[in-house]
T-cell receptor
Framework: RKEVEQDPGPFNVPEGATVAFNCTYSNSASQSFFWYRQDCRKEPKLLMSVYSSGNEDGRFTAQLNRASQYISLLIRDSKLSDSATYLCVVSANDYKLSFGAGTTVTVRA | DGGITQSPKYLFRKEGQNVTLSCEQNLNHDAMYWYRQDPGQGLRLIYYSQIVNDFQKGDIAEGYSVSREKKESFPLTVTSAQKNPTAFYLC?????????????FGPGTRLLVL
């Protein structure tokens, strides 16, 4: 079983729509959680950390459910510039991050 | 500007050839990492270094080697023993042990086999 699993998508949504997707992780000892964004043929960049109580950053909302071992990301009022692959990232110790394969979101005009 | 640089952007390898990918950071980060990304897969850890003159194997270290002689530099050599080297290679750095686990990535090197 993969350490981090994501629905690859793609999620095709119109501008202004809300899109949400999850990822699941297998290691119950995981302590830190992140969403990274990766544009085509570019490096991943940190979008936001995910905190136990859930957190927002502008149009982006992240939630963590430790009991069910999943993390979610919701994007409100989608923009064309939100088109990217979103990587779910989990850390169980002080040195190693485990990456999901990514969920692709395409926002159309 | 502080950041991580990788060179070259594209690299071509012939059969039986060793090639070295460069990674330099001026963020004063202690920890550095090498990942490989293949289509449809998550990033996989090749090697990591938490401090100068020390490094550890990641999940897929076979066919690769590294050195960490300077804090700023963490070059990766893809040896001829790596039978499927075609991939996108990403270098990352992080402040260090005990600090937030957030890693920052360089722009990557695409390695292609001729």
């Amino acid at each position: 079983r993969k350490e981090v699993e994501q629905d690859p998508g793609p999620f095709n949504v119109p501008e202004g729509a809300t899109v949400a997707f999850n990822c699941t992780y297998s290691n119950s000892a995981s302590q830190s959680f992140f969403w990274y964004r990766q544009d085509c043929r570019k490096e991943p960049k940190l979008l936001m950390s995910v905190y136990s109580s859930g957190n927002e950053d502008g149009r982006f909302t992240a939630q963590l459910n430790r009991a069910s071992q999943y993390i979610s990301l919701l994007i409100r009022d989608s923009k064309l510039s939100d088109s990217a692959t979103y990587l779910c990232v989990v850390s169980a110790n002080d040195y190693k991050l485990s990456f999901g394969a990514g969920t692709t979101v395409t926002v159309r005009a | 500007d502080g950041g991580i640089t990788q060179s070259p952007k594209y690299l071509f390898r012939k059969e039986g050839q060793n090639v070295t990918l460069s990674c330099e950071q001026n963020l004063n980060h202690d920890a550095m990492y090498w990942y490989r990304q293949d289509p449809g897969q998550g990033l996989r850890l090749i090697y990591y270094s938490q401090i100068v003159n020390d490094f550890q194997k990641g999940d897929i270290a076979e066919g690769y080697s590294v050195s960490r002689e300077k804090k700023e530099s963490f070059p990766l050599t893809v040896t001829s023993a790596q039978k499927n080297p075609t991939a996108f290679y990403l270098c990352a750095s992080r402040v260090g042990q005990g600090a937030p686990e957030t890693q920052y990535f360089g722009p990557g090197t695409r390695l292609l086999v001729l």
